[in-house]
């Protein structure tokens, strides 16, 4: 039988297991504090930001949103070097997409790699490339946190990503392989896509394809975790696995919504926790 992996089970574990830690550290005297940095030309991603700030001080942690009217650089990076040098704000989430107009990757260099939580600084990229310590971008983190919580192993297997950001498939591939799995990367570009699909024992899929993925990508008892996030026709969330197509075929897979997108929210405060504490 199929074993649906609910994120929801695993974003409370971790929500749990981060209000312990601000138990810790609030007995020093430390309350961890996020913030997050946003264009304000985007109602759908504030949205989501402030519930992700609702979610962190319903743990104890500390939130602040900063819109952004200005289109510039420069503002961004004004307010990115403050938050650098404020000691009472731990961990900093520059929110993407920004405006077309602002440099977003030199701005990602400014994220203080101990205050990076969502892993956007090349630096941070770096040192996961390396198996160095660092935080790795949350929705990476997350796939990865699924698989652990519901067991299934990683090392030895194929896996399949499909996508090459560097906040998804990218660092997932780097999560995989240092965890002694073997990962093929796909893209747009890709030859015999469902070739190199079939034959992997999971699949990571992060495209922003709605339903791209149906069962002639997928070969039976398959694992596979869905990142994406669309909206259908009906405007209704989808991920880019065909789930009602695939899912008897699977193993275990992800719904969408309910699959990554809580872990990863969990994971961005579970850094900020992580990050507090490691400047005590
Ligand atoms: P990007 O648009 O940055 O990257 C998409 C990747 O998919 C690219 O590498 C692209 O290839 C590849 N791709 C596109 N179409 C195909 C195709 N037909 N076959 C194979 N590969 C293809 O997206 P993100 O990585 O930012 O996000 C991916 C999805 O994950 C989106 O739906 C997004 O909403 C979702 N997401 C979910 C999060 C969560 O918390 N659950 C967080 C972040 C993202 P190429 O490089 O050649 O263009």
Avoid: W
């Avoid at 949103?65 to 289109?71: A, D, K, L, Q």
């Amino acid at each position: 039988m199929t074993k649906i992996l609910d994120g929801k089970i695993v974003a409370e574990k971790i929500n749990a297991d981060s209000a312990i830690l601000v138990k810790k550290l609030t007995e020093k005297s430390v309350t961890p504090k996020l913030v997050i940095v946003i264009g304000t030309n985007n109602k759908s991603l504030l949205s989501y930001v402030k519930g992700l700030s609702k979610q962190a001080e319903k743990i104890g942690i500390l939130a602040e949103i900063i819109e952004v009217s200005e289109t510039s650089t420069n503002k961004y990076e004004e307010i990115l070097n403050k938050l650098s040098s404020d000691p009472s704000v731990h961990g900093i989430i520059l929110q993407t997409p920004l405006p077309d107009s602002v440099d977003a990757a030199a701005l990602s260099a400014l994220v203080p790699v101990d205050k990076d939580v969502d892993g956007i600084n090349p630096a941070s990229a770096g040192r996961l490339l390396a198996n160095e310590k660092s935080f790795a971008p949350a929705t990476a983190e997350a796939v990865i946190t699924m698989l652990d919580y519901y067991n299934i192993g990683l090392s030895g297997k194929n896996v399949a990503v499909l996508g090459r950001s560097m906040i998804v498939g990218k660092p997932v591939a780097s999560l995989l392989i240092n965890r002694d799995a073997t990962a093929t990367i796909c893209h747009s570009k890709t030859q015999n896509l469902s070739e190199i699909t079939k034959k992997a024992d999971i699949l990571v899929v992060a495209i922003g394809r709605a339903n791209l993925v149906n069962a002639d990508y997928v070969s039976r008892g398959q694992v596979i975790v869905d990142v994406g996030i669309n909206f259908n026709e009906d405007g209704k969330i989808v991920g880019d696995v065909d789930f009602n197509n695939v899912e008897a075929m699977t193993s275990a897979i992800s719904p969408v919504p309910g699959g990554v997108g809580p872990v990863t929210a969990a994971l961005l405060l579970k850094h900020t926790c992580e990050a507090a504490l490691s400047t005590l």
